[in-house]
């Protein structure tokens, strides 16, 4: 049984007189970016970290004037491969509060073996629950790679959607 009241809470029946209520909404911001790296130069890292990452994409946002945010992170990419090359790529995602710099979530890999001029999607989320609220930059790097061959381009959408939840 679902019973409204105009304060839009809610009640439901468990059974026996047992009940639990339906926390409120709470305030949500959506942010969004986009970005590109490439053509990258051939790469044979494997194992190994590339000095400069490459940047794909990035997004701010700013949860001051939330209370105990969670931060859902989409990450979508389209991945323009040349001819003969078998990519292997790792992503990791950076968040940068006050000037400090953290990798969140691990890393991500794609790998495909390509023999034609291919372009194939790559997608990744990741859920930021952690106790920082402020302005934060979420952006995605490629941190590793191994491209036999040159002219490889990644161009990337992030999205950072911010929920406020009762603690």
């Known amino acids: 049984m679902l ?3 105009n304060n839009n809470s809610c009640m439901i029946n468990k059974g026996c007189n047992e009940q639990c209520s339906c926390p409120k909404p709470g305030k949500s911001i959506l942010s969004c970016g986009c970005g590109a790296a490439g053509p990258l130069p051939v790469l044979d890292l ?3 970290s590339i000095v400069n990452p490459y940047s794909v994409a990035s997004t701010s946002i700013d949860t001051r004037g939330m209370h105990c945010p ?6 979508t990419a389209l991945i323009n491969v040349p001819a003969g090359v078998f990519p292997n790529i790792t992503f990791r995602l950076v968040r940068c509060i006050n000037g400090c710099s953290q990798y969140v979530g691990g890393s991500y890999s794609y790998s495909d073996a390509i023999d034609v001029l291919h372009s194939e999607s790559f997608s990744f989320q990741f859920c930021d629950c952690g106790e920082c609220c402020g302005c934060a930059t979420y952006s995605v790097e490629i941190s590793n790679a191994s491209l ?3 002219g490889t381009t990644v161009s990337g959408t992030i999205s950072a959607l911010a929920v ?4």
């Open 3 to 5: 019973n409204n009241s």
């Open 46 to 48: 494997t194992g190994a």
């Open 70 to 75: 969670t931060v859902l992170i989409n990450f």
């Open 148 to 150: 036999l061959v040159a």
């Open 164 to 167: 406020e939840k009762s603690c």
